[in-house]
């Protein structure tokens, strides 16, 4: 299964039930067909801003709140690039909104229709660089 399919899953998993911890999430997900490994999972976590709210996975109102400005998912690509997926039309905006925003990590953007890429400084930045631009459009 793709990563994107496997993470749509674990948003509507962690959305549906309370799920307190990785494992329980992991046996979610095969009980549904979709495998996964802990680490899989863990990397997922980070990658999606699911956060941990009273004892349970929650998706932070931050991350919802993205997308009323344009913003729907950002995806690691490679070693020094994330995807930024973005409502069409506004992914010129969304990365204006990230240069502006001068996060040391990212060097630049590039825009499309409904797509932004960005490339980071170096391979360690990749998921700080990500954590920001979440805060960013939070």
């Known amino acids: 299964m793709q990563k994107e399919q496997r993470q749509k899953k674990i948003l509507s998993l962690i959305r549906a039930k309370r799920i307190g911890t990785q494992d329980e999430l992991k046996a979610h997900l095969e009980r549904s067909g979709v495998p996964a490994t ?8 980070v990658e999606l801003g699911i956060v941990k709210h009273n004892g349970h996975y929650t998706v932070p109102k931050a991350a919802m709140g993205a ?3 344009g913003l729907l998912e950002l995806i690691k690509a490679g070693d020094a690039l994330v995807v930024a997926r973005c409502e069409p039309g506004l992914a010129s ?3 204006v909104e990230i ?6 990590e990212i060097a630049g953007t590039l825009a499309g229709e409904d797509t932004v890429f960005i490339a980071v ?4 930045a990749q998921l700080s660089a990500m954590k920001k631009i979440w805060e960013l459009f939070g």
């Not at 802990?38 to 976590?45: F, P």
């Not at 240069?99 to 040391?104: F, K, L, P, S, V």
């Open 93 to 95: 905006a969304v990365a």
């Open 38 to 45: 802990q680490s899989s999972v863990s990397r997922d976590l």
């Open 99 to 104: 240069d502006r925003a001068g996060i040391t």
């Open 67 to 69: 997308a009323a400005r």
């Open 121 to 124: 400084t170096e391979h360690r």
